[in-house]
């Protein structure tokens, strides 16, 4: 069973930037890539002024044909439009670092109550580049949980911005299922296109909505060529990478991957808890 709105309400898709929901930039490109795809044209940035610390959250200096500077401030933007007759929006940008109950606010003033909302994350664990990557789909949701086939989030401890939207989301009231997608850590540094791939994906079977983004096919084959590439040059990478696709591939369940990067997004959680 799909996760669509009725009524008039609209698909909502919500990602940051950041180090602690974007592993591999998955989330951020795949909601820049929507924008693209479905030509999402009604475009607002929102003041999001107070909200970011500038030494965690830079500005970013651009230029164009000619060479003339211009700055990119950290903030959120908001893109409404449509896919057939279902309204969508999209909205993305850098995690805040300051006055958070504030942001939360200003963020589910974007949401209507007749609005179901994908909260779409990225997570560096112990999974191996060379098989499908996990996604954990879960909700605070109970009811939703049993009707679409998901778990019902029972993590305790620190929580980010999107967990924070999450159970925001349930007072309200308003639907909403997260979407997470697990990242090989030995490749942290790099872009993961079949990370944004498998995130797209869960999108497709748990929204209803098709997702036409053919490059990504083709993008995942090189990304993970060039993972083989790097890895077959370190006998020490190339060890570990054995063992997780054993790990893999002797569970006899297909959710196991799935159970493993939870367990792995909960201690990630409580490591960054105790950081702070």
């Avoid at 044909?65 to 893109?79: K, L, Y």
């Avoid at 999974?127 to 909700?139: C, E, G, K, Q, Y």
């Avoid at 944004?196 to 209803?208: I, M, N, P, S, T």
């Amino acid at each position: 069973m799909s996760f669509l709105p009725s009524g008039s309400g609209a698909l909502v898709f919500i990602a940051f930037e950041g180090q602690d929901a974007d592993a591999s930039e998955a989330a951020s490109s795949l909601a820049k890539d929507l924008v693209e795809v479905w030509q999402l044209n009604d475009s607002q940035i929102l003041d999001t002024d107070g909200f970011y610390e500038f030494r965690f959250s830079e500005p970013e200096i651009l230029r164009d044909e000619e060479g003339t500077a211009s700055i990119a401030w950290p903030g959120i933007a908001v893109h409404r439009g449509r896919l057939g007759e279902l309204p969508i929006t999209v909205i993305h940008g850098h995690e805040p670092g300051l006055k958070w109950r504030e942001f939360l606010s200003l963020i589910l003033g974007q949401i209507g109550r007749d609005d179901s909302v994908v909260l779409l994350g990225g997570l560096h664990a112990e999974v191996p580049h060379t098989r499908p990557l996990p996604v954990v789909a879960n909700t605070e949701d109970r009811t939703l949980a049993a009707e679409i086939g998901i778990d019902a989030n029972g993590y305790e401890g620190p929580i980010g911005i999107l967990g924070l939207l999450a159970v925001a989301c349930r007072w309200r009231s308003l639907r909403a299922i997260n979407l997470w997608v697990g990242v090989p850590d030995y490749l942290a540094d790099s872009p993961s296109p079949k990370a944004e791939l498998a995130l797209a994906k869960a999108v497709e079977h748990y929204a209803g909505v098709e997702i036409d983004i053919h490059v990504l096919e083709e993008e995942s084959r090189a990304w993970e060529l060039g993972a083989d590439e790097l890895v077959s040059l370190n006998p020490q990478l190339a060890e570990l990478v054995r063992a997780l696709e054993e790990a893999i591939d002797s569970a006899d369940l297909p959710e196991a991957s799935g159970d493993a990067i939870a367990a792995e997004f909960e201690r990630y959680l409580r490591k960054r808890g105790r950081e702070k």
